[in-house]
């Protein structure tokens, strides 16, 4: 299952960058927390537990996955591709073609969550 939400923002790769990390993301959600560096990756506290996740700066801005996650859920935060270029682009998706919907309204509040952050951060 995938969800896409347009945050009508500016931000350049670099941006994006520069203030989305592991160490950062109690700044734009709720109910996300930076625990402990593990090698390449990081302990992360989500709304569904705690967890190895990795992340990386890939073309357009960052990427986030939940790596022991039985349901592959990762995320992009990215800006500069079509559909909207000069908007910031929010990413998730898991490995699901269905899920119960009360875990989909989980990810939809995780979504209002980063969407939040981001319009109050850049």
């Known amino acids: 299952m995938e ?3 347009i945050i009508d923002k500016q931000a350049t790769e670099e941006q994006l960058q520069a203030k989305i990390h592991p160490r950062s993301i109690d700044e734009f959600t709720e109910s996300m927390l930076f625990l402990e560096s593990v090698e390449n990756n990081f302990i992360g506290l989500t709304l569904w ?3 190895n996740m990795s992340y990386d700066k890939i073309n357009g801005g960052v ?3 939940l790596l022991d996650c039985p349901n592959a859920l990762s995320w992009t935060i990215t800006a500069g591709f079509p559909p909207e270029k000069d908007k910031i682009m929010l990413h998730c998706t898991i490995n699901r073609v269905q899920k119960p919907i009360e875990f989909i309204e989980e990810i939809e509040e995780f979504m209002d969550e980063w969407e939040a952050g981001l319009k109050r951060l850049f």
């Open 3 to 5: 969800f896409f939400r």
């Open 49 to 51: 537990g705690e967890f």
């Open 63 to 65: 990427r986030f996955a």
